[in-house]
């Protein structure tokens, strides 16, 4: 069974930096692309970042490129989401996401539970 | 950005009633379309993929239709467990979701 774990999550203050962590357990980790995926509180979900399985590749949001950075360690089947200079639209639940495809094509077929952050003063 | 728009956004209905959910793509996004379900509290949950491919588990009730720019979630005899919020969302470009419609009681 795929098993999705974040943390990472807390409140912060505007301006500061916060390092999200995913692992990944019941499949091969290293050969699926990753994703992040978040939800602001009461709102929808929205794409945030992509890594493909070889960190070869990888994609961000446009509300969220220069400030975020996305990596994995495929030894410890871990994902990573490092969030620099947080505003308070960063405000949200962020996901982790497995592809549905080794390849990578956007569809997420497994979800973590999420982790809250909350960025204000 | 491909914009994604849903409708009904509120369906209220009643358990083995047929509920159709609408999605609405601003350009085509060929058969690159995706169904999520998502209840109070939870993770979302991969529905339907590519259109009409239902995901490991998911009950035959659940179909997908459509192409292009307009795509159709169908639930044949809703029952008490699939009352919840539903995406859509492409893969045709960047990833983008609907805002959902909720299957309310």
């Known amino acids: 069974e795929v098993q999705l774990g974040e943390s990472g999550g807390g409140l912060v203050q505007p301006g500061r930096s916060l390092r999200l962590s995913c692992a990944a357990s019941g499949f091969t980790f290293s050969d699926y692309a990753m994703h992040w995926v978040r939800q602001a509180p009461g709102k929808g979900l929205e794409w945030v970042s992509s890594?493909?399985?070889?960190?070869?590749?990888?994609d961000y949001a446009d509300s969220v490129k220069g400030r975020f950075s996305i990596s994995r360690d495929n030894a410890k089947s871990s994902l990573y989401l490092q969030m620099d200079s947080l505003r308070g639209d960063d405000t949200a639940i962020y996901y982790c996401?497995?592809?549905?495809?080794?390849?990578?094509?956007?569809?997420?077929?497994?979800w973590g539970q999420g982790t809250l952050v909350t960025v204000s003063s | 950005e491909i914009v994604l728009t849903q409708s009904p956004a509120t369906l209220s209905l009643s358990p083995g009633e047929r509920a159709t959910l609408s999605c609405r793509a601003s350009?085509?996004?060929?058969?690159?379309l995706a169904w999520y379900q998502q209840k109070n509290g939870q993770a979302p949950r991969l529905l339907i993929y590519d259109t009409f491919n239902r995901a490991t588990g998911v009950p035959a009730r659940f179909r997908g239709s459509g192409s292009g720019t307009d795509f159709t979630l169908t639930i044949s005899g809703l029952e008490p467990d699939d009352f919840a919020v539903y995406y859509c969302q492409q893969r045709s470009n960047w990833p983008t979701f609907g805002p959902g419609t909720k299957v309310d009681i």
């Open positions: 890594i493909s399985w070889s960190s070869t590749s990888v």
């Open positions: 350009q085509s996004v060929g058969n690159y």
């Open positions: 996401a497995k592809d549905r495809i080794a390849a990578g094509g956007f569809t997420f077929d497994s």
